[in-house]
């Protein structure tokens, strides 16, 4: 059995049919536009306090505060409030059709360029599907934390602080194999267009030999009618003679 960095191929080569359309890409990328816009304000409702140096506003709440324990994820529920835990709540649904729109074009970078590559080195799209199910994944847990605070059930918010790493790691692998798309493509690329160069090259020499082919019969055919023209015009000339 080969080795494949991608274990689903056929899963990945169904999402990129599937996903490569213009229509489709442009329709995902103005919604995750719309809906990070809607992300910047509930988070600035959640946690009024999450703004950077220069004053702008951040997304400073508890699934960009990388916890590590379930007091870390308690503590911050609880710092926001009444009025913060039911801004989350909003937050948490334009948050999923957030992460929905944008793994539409992270799946299509990191599957289109490696079409000309080898089987065995296509990353597939299961790391940005992994992904994917993981932060929708955590936005439930903090749902359901949020549902039922003030009670505390330490499972819930260990096992949430673990997703929420989980999420980054999965991201940031993502982002990674999505950077190295760029330089595969431009590889590929390049080296389709030589390999189409090469062809045209041997097209243009072979398109020049039958032409130089041509031009040699229509000559050899010339030459024949001028010696048979001649060979005639010397028989008339012989007979007149005679």
């Known amino acids: ?37 809607r992300l910047y304000k509930y988070a600035m409702i959640v946690n009024p306090l999450g703004y950077d140096i220069d004053g702008e506003p951040t997304l400073d709440i508890l699934e960009y505060q990388n916890p590590w324990t379930s007091d870390q994820v308690h503590m911050s529920l609880n710092s926001y409030g009444a009025k913060g835990r039911q801004a989350y ?31 065995s080195a296509r990353p597939g799209v299961w790391i940005p599907v992994l992904n994917l199910v993981t932060d929708l994944f955590e936005n439930l847990l903090i749902t359901v934390l949020i549902k039922i605070f003030p009670l505390r059930v330490q499972a819930i918010e260990t096992f949430a602080a673990y997703i929420i790493q989980l999420k980054w790691f999965t991201f940031k692998v993502s982002i990674a194999i999505m950077f190295i798309s760029l330089f595969v493509g431009i590889y590929y690329g390049f080296h389709s ?30 030459a024949r009618r001028a010696t048979s023209a001649a060979a005639g015009r010397s028989q008339s000339v012989n007979k007149k003679d005679s």
Do not use: H
């Open 89 to 119: 709540l909003s937050y948490l649904f334009y948050d999923c059709v957030f992460v929905l729109a944008r793994t539409v074009p992270m799946l299509v970078i990191c599957t289109w360029p490696y079409k000309k590559a080898p089987e």
């Open 193 to 222: 267009l030589l390999a189409d160069s090469v062809v045209l090259e041997k097209d243009r020499q072979m398109k020049l030999a039958s032409r130089e082919k041509v031009q040699e019969v229509l000559q050899n055919s010339a």
């Open 1 to 37: 059995m080969k080795f494949r960095l991608d274990p689903f191929p056929k899963f990945s080569e169904t999402a990129l049919a599937g996903l490569l359309n213009a229509r489709i890409l442009i329709f995902s990328v103005v919604v995750a536009k719309i809906t990070l816009d």
